[in-house]
């Protein structure tokens, strides 16, 4: 049986409204969370501070989850390390209330035999803070896109003649000949 670092007892708060417990620890994620280029790595630790409050349809969680990432800069691809932390508000409907009854599964959480899972819910909200494109700082040059070296770590006069094919015959016959060539 495999070990859900996201899932959390709620038999601790009572099912009367207003009820409130706190969830302060830190787990180890078993998977990757993030996007392609930056991501929370496996066997990571995340931080929860999470308040679960009873109230009339189930159990609402709020608070922060926050982990340190491991990625790539989208510019220089050098490898980046970062953190992320965000805040999540998540009603878990119980089994059989109102909003179970009358709202489809993909639309609302639900507690199962007493317990809530939250990797989904913290999952959806990490893909949503991290960016698309990461950079290692917001002034990255990034690579040169003829030679591919880093551009912080290229000379400052750094470049290419580069001519369009189709004008490369022209150039050869404006160069100057060389001075014995000439008449």
Known sequence: MSVKPFVIDVRSVPRRAGSMVEVDRTVTTPDRIGAE???IPADSPV?????????????????????????????CLDPMDDSV???LTELFAYLDSE???????????????????LEQTI????????PLTPVCRPDCPGL??????RLADAEPDHGHDIIDP??????????????????
Do not use: F, H, N
């Open 85 to 87: 932390s965000v805040y």
């Open 144 to 149: 040169c896109q003829v030679c591919g070296v």
């Open 99 to 117: 909003t179970d009854k009358t709202t489809d599964d993909e639309d609302v959480e639900r507690i199962v035999d007493e317990e809530i899972d």
């Open 37 to 39: 280029m930056i991501g």
């Open 166 to 183: 189709r004008w490369a015959k022209l150039a050869d016959k404006l160069v100057d000949p060389a001075p014995d060539d000439r008449e």
């Open 123 to 130: 999952i959806d909200a990490i893909a949503t803070e991290l």
């Open 47 to 75: 931080r929860l501070d999470l308040r679960l409050e009873s109230v009339t349809e189930g159990v609402l969680v709020s608070g922060t989850v926050s982990a340190g990432t491991q990625g790539q800069c989208g510019r």
